[in-house]
Each structure stands twice: as C-alpha cells, then as structure tokens.
C-alpha cells in the first residue's frame, strides 16, 4: 500500500514537468512568430517610409528639353498611367464627349470624333453667323486629343488660325526656348506670328509634363508668357504689383493656375496676333467686356445684323474664381486632379476630368455624403443653368432676327447702333456660360446672373428698335 502511493506520488511530478515543458516550448514558439511577425511589419513600415521618402526610382534622366511624356512616364510610371486614360470619351448628363464614328479620309485621318454641338443644338449657329465656330464646333474631348482635334476641326478650312492657338492646344514650352534662344517669352512672341501650321512643325505632343512640372524638382511651375502678363495685370488690378507668378504664388494657388494657363478666356491682340489674357479690369464678365470696348476688340462683324462681336473661349479659370469652392481655397486639381494612394504613395490622379466620374474621390474627401445625393446636387445645378441658358439663347436668336428684318426694312447704321452694342453684349455673356465647361458648376449664382444680365441686354436691344421704330413713324407722319 504504502508503494503505490509512492508510486502515484512520483508520477504525479513526472506529468507536471512535462505539462510546463510543453507550455515553455509553445511559449518560446509564439514569441517566435511574433517576433518574425514584428520584424515582417517593422520591414513593410521601413519600406513604406522609404517608398514615401523617394516617390519615384530614376530610371532615366529628365532636362528642361525632355518633351515626350512617355520618358517622363519612366520615372513616374504612375502618373503617366493616368495621362493615358485621357483617351476617355465618357459623357455626363451636361457635358463631356461621346464617340461618333466618322470616315477618315486625306484632310482627317480621324475615325472618331466627339458630337457635333452645332447638330445638337442649331441656335449655335444662328450666334455665330459669319464665324469659323458656325462650320465647326464639337463638344470637347481629353487632354489626348487637344492637338488633333485642333488640327483637323473644319475651321481651319474657314480661317487661317495663327500660330497663337498652340498655347493651348500642345506642349508649347519647349518650342519657346528654342524660337527665343532659351527666352520662352521671346518664343512665344515668334510662334504666335507664325501661320497655325508653321507654328505646329515647331511641337509633337499636346499638353506634356513639362508644361506643369520643374523636371529637377517637380515643383509646379507657370510656363505659359499670357498667363503671366495675365495673372500680372490681374493682381495688378487688385493693388497688388510687380506679381511674378512663379515667384509669388503658394502651391495650392498653383494647383489651380497650371490649368488656368489654358482653361481661360482669350484674343489675339494687334497684327502679330498676340495671345492676350484681358484681364486687365479683373476676372468677372463685365471687366472683361469693359476691357474689350475699351480697346475696341470685335472677333467679327455679324453676317445677319452687323454687330461687331465677340466669341468667348473657354473661362473656366475666370468662372471658378466667383465660386464658393474657390473662395474655400479648394483648387481645380482638388476635384479633377484629386489625391489618391498608390501603396504607401498619395499622388495626384493625372486621369484628368469630371469630378462627376469620381465622385468618390473628388467630392467626397471634403463632403460627407453619399455619391447619389452629390451627382443629384451637381445636376440639379447645372439643369437650372441649363434652362436659363435656353432662355437666354431663345431670346437673343429673337434679337438677332429683330435686328436682320430692321436692316431689310432699310434702318440705317445710326438706327441700329444701339440695338447691335446690346447683341454684343447679351451674346458675349451667354457665350461666356456656354463655352465655360462646367454648365454652372463652377459657380453656379454667377453663371445664372450673367444669363440673367444676358436677357436684360437682349430686351433692352428689342427696345431700342421698337422705339426707333416708332420715331420713325412718327417722324414720317410728321
């Protein structure tokens, strides 16, 4: 008896020290794995800060000369990734391109092209009677095609475009330097004397890395003389002088003025066609009209009423400044441009485009509601700016046939002088909405009141030929 409680009594330890050798090894295991586990995280974190630390791996070697994107995109094959998406042709409710087959031939190799506006919507043509715009204007498409489209569009067969239409058409930077001897403004007084197809021999590519970027530092950077004289006379305007833009401006203001290099409102000033920002007054529609009666500036006399006229380009710099998400401090590469992670990485998404065909990037960073309700806001705006644009061009289409049946009745230049100041004035600020490329977005209480001030000139002009109308009568009755 007293064995065997020996024996339970010696076993009893035998179990106990294997049960705390088991539990030492798996111990000793599990601080192991989490010690490799540490060191595999503690690797990812040091590669993930280094990644950050060196956003990019030089393959090759970039120069102020270094044109072609595609060797840019060796260093940043990221960025140039979303440049290529620019090829795109996706339409939104109010804007953007969608695309039309079309046989290529000698004159236009093109197979696609985007929509035609003026077989959308004939009133265009009506606007532009006697103008190269009413042969020829497509809705808009990417940044890919900027060249092309401004090489073979019909107008060229109307009008011999100057060399000037470069600046906002291809990657003009380095056909500066070399027209001016290494001076990009001396350059670009030469390319824009130049005929647009001598002009386009000096470029091979539409807008390119270079245009936007210091190729040492990346650093975004105005190279673009208008822009500069522009921004210059702008702040000048505000009392603020001697501005040099690329001294002077923040980075966030840069997000915004590398677009506003193009995205503007523009003329060719004087015989050498001089490309001219006129925002010498400021940036709203009745400064730059001021600007243009000033200076006596017409883009061409009207084929139906006479009216010395203008055509608005393309103020989308111009627009967004009277807007809200401006006056935030919010840029245009904030909503087209916007911030995405790639690995440990945030770069700018070079995909170039609406906001509305990345909301979730674009809009809801900042707004903390659902990309349904975000689409119906967007649209609800620009579907009231859409209707107040119909108003407006109804109403100067009527002025236009007013002013066409006054001449047949044989009124004199004298008689109509007035009515055809408001056709110019009541086109150029609905023209002004039409050729900005946001429907309103952009600053949605501006755009209506400039539509609003457009009807205004319109009546005002029926007015004045209802009223010298019944001077007549009454003076021949006399």
């Not at 974190?45 to 791996?57: D, V």
């Not at 996706?90 to 985007?114: I, L, N, Q, Y």
């Not at 095609?145 to 009008?159: G, H, K, P, S, Y």
């Not at 009124?411 to 086109?427: G, S």
Request: net charge neutral; charged share 25%; aromatic share 10%.
């Amino acid at each position: 008896m007293e064995n065997e409680e020996n024996t339970v009594s010696n076993k009893a330890p035998a179990k106990s020290r294997l049960y705390g050798g088991k539990v030492v090894v798996s111990v000793a295991f599990l601080a192991f794995a989490a010690a490799i586990l540490g060191l595999g995280l503690l690797t990812n974190i040091l590669e993930r800060k280094n990644e950050a630390k060196n956003p990019f791996f030089r393959v090759v070697e970039l120069t102020d000369d270094t044109t072609d994107p595609e060797v840019w995109g060796k260093n940043f094959p990221l960025q140039y990734d979303g440049y290529k998406k620019t090829v795109d042709q996706v339409r939104t409710r109010f804007g953007g391109s969608e695309a039309v087959h079309k046989t290529p031939k000698d004159s236009d190799p093109r197979s696609m092209v985007a929509q035609s506006r003026l077989e959308e919507d004939p009133r265009l043509k009506t606007m532009w009677d006697g103008y190269a715009f009413a042969v020829d204007f497509r809705e808009e498409r990417g940044h890919a095609f900027m060249l092309e489209d401004q090489m073979f569009t019909e107008r060229q067969n109307v009008v011999k475009q100057p060399g000037s239409c470069i600046n906002c058409h291809a990657s003009a930077y380095a056909a500066y330097k070399k027209l001016g001897g290494g001076d990009i403004v001396a350059g670009f007084q030469a390319l824009n004397k130049l005929p647009y197809f001598e002009a386009k021999k000096e470029i091979s590519h539409p807008v390119a890395c270079i245009d936007c970027h210091d190729s040492q530092t990346m650093a975004l950077r105005i190279t673009r003389p208008a822009f500069m004289d522009g921004i210059k006379a702008y702040k000048a305007s505000q009392g603020i002088q001697n501005y040099d833009v690329n001294r002077d401006a923040t980075r966030q203001e840069m997000r915004s003025y590398v677009c506003g290099q193009c995205h503007v409102e523009y003329y060719f000033k004087g015989a050498d066609k001089q490309l001219t920002y006129p925002w010498e007054k400021g940036l709203k529609v009745e400064n730059i009209m001021a600007y243009y009666d000033e200076v006596k500036h017409k883009d061409w006399s009207h084929k139906q009423t006479g009216a010395e006229v203008l055509k608005a380009q393309h103020p989308e710099f111009e627009m967004f400044n009277q807007g809200i998400h401006s006056r935030a401090g919010v840029s245009c590469a904030d909503c087209h441009m916007p911030y995405k992670r790639e690995g440990a990485m945030k770069i700018s998404d070079h995909h170039v485009r609406s906001p509305l065909l990345n909301i979730s990037q674009s809009c809801q960073t900042c707004h903390s509601t659902s990309e349904a309700e975000l689409k119906f806001r967007a649209e609800a705006i620009q579907e009231r700016t859409f209707n107040m644009r119909n108003i407006a061009m109804d109403a100067l289409v009527q002025l236009i046939d007013d002013l066409r049946k006054a001449k047949e009745r044989g009124a004199t230049d004298e008689d109509l002088a007035a009515a055809r100041d408001f056709q110019r004035k009541a086109q150029f600020y609905l023209d002004f909405v039409e050729a900005e490329n946001s429907m309103g977005f952009h600053a949605p209480a501006e755009a209506v009141r400039i539509l609003g001030e457009s009807v205004n000139f319109t009546r005002q002009g029926q007015l004045s030929l209802k009223n010298g109308k019944t001077m007549l009568a009454t003076a021949a009755a006399h």
